[in-house]
């Protein structure tokens, strides 16, 4: 599955397309099915779905239908009378019978209110040190990606990240855990310590554990756009984070354009389902694009009791094979 927001000198709307995974794994003829949203439904404009990632080992049951994901606040993409939130679309594919394939709006998710109109829409927000450059927040993009993960016995989780105006125009990350079969929250929360430093341009995941991790852009007129990332364990209290890491400060800054890292990523490793991978963007020369990728790794205690089969015998924990 993908989305792509569509232009012909301006905004179009939005694409949806699933491909045929299975057909193209086994290299034969493959096709596609897309559905196209104009630039709005209603009076709710469609911009930057996410269509859900699965993660993990686990598989839903067959015939399960795909959900995309568009972080809404009202302000910004309705009347600015409503409530902020999630909007959802179901994706159902049929690629034996495509005309079967159905796309439609199916839910909204209520959220406590979020705003994401950082610098009045300006591209040129976040302050760097030692330059006049300021760099854009995309505070109204549903940033990449919906990372979803399914439970044995209690079915799909995600977990969606985006950048919002914490406050004076200071760039935090909203980040929220959604059921995704009852299309409801479970949690959420806003990294914002209220130090006046803007973090911004996240991503996150879910690790077999159900901990949450999340990548993220830290940068002020004394902070050079550094790569941190952070996240929270199962059992942690409702809305909280752990205290962020750096994966790597920044040492100059960016000249010359204000768009920065499209994008950062988390994925889960495949190969013990808990540990994350970070990547995301950083400066370290001052000057124009001269942009520098990090990444970086790190794992929660709690996701433990990895399986691992040594010879005939099977051992639990995280020790290695000889």
């Known amino acids: 599955h993908m989305s792509s927001n569509e232009f012909a000198g301006s905004f179009a709307g939005v694409n949806a397309t699933a491909f045929d995974r299975d057909a193209m794994l086994a290299g034969s003829s493959a096709s596609f099915i897309q559905f196209s949203l104009g630039t709005s439904t209603g009076v709710r404009s469609n911009f930057s779905l996410q269509p859900s990632h699965l993660e993990g080992n686990a598989t839903p049951p067959a015939g399960t239908c795909n959900k995309y994901i568009m972080a809404f606040d009202d302000q910004v993409w309705g009347t600015g009378g409503g409530s902020d ?4 679309w179901t994706f159902c594919t049929d690629f034996a019978s495509p005309s079967s394939s ?4 199916t839910a909204f998710i209520n959220s406590v209110g979020f705003d994401a109109e950082l ?3 300006s591209r040129n927000c976040i302050p760097q040190p030692g330059t ?5 927040t995309l ?6 990606r919906f990372g979803t993960r ?14 919002v105006d914490s406050g004076g125009n200071v760039a935090g990350v909203r980040w929220a855990e959604i059921d995704v079969d009852n299309d409801a929250l479970l949690d959420a929360g806003t990294l914002a310590p209220g130090d006046g430093v803007s973090r911004w341009m996240p991503s996150a995941s879910m690790d077999s554990a159900g901990n949450i991790g999340l990548v993220f852009t830290k940068s002020s ?20 984070l752990q205290g962020e890491v750096v994966c790597i400060d920044g040492t100059g800054s960016q000249l010359g354009g204000n768009r920065w890292g499209d994008y950062a990523s988390v994925s889960v490793d495949p190969a013990d389902d808990c540990t994350f991978w970070v990547t995301n963007e950083y400066v370290e020369t001052t000057g124009s694009f001269q942009w520098d990728t990090q990444i970086c790794s790190y794992s929660f205690a709690s996701c433990g009791g990895v399986t691992q089969e040594c010879g005939n015998d099977v051992i639990e924990g995280t020790e290695v094979c000889d």
């Open 85 to 88: 939130g999630y909007r959802v």
């Open 102 to 105: 159905t796309f439609a709006e």
């Open 119 to 121: 610098c009045a829409y």
């Open 132 to 136: 006049t450059q300021r760099l854009d």
């Open 139 to 144: 505070g109204q993009f549903t940033m990449y």
């Open 150 to 163: 399914y439970f044995p016995g209690t079915g799909l989780r995600g977990v969606i990240s985006h950048s």
């Open 221 to 240: 007129s004394s902070v050079r756009p550094s790569v941190y990332f952070t996240g929270r364990e199962a059992g942690d209290s409702p809305g909280t």
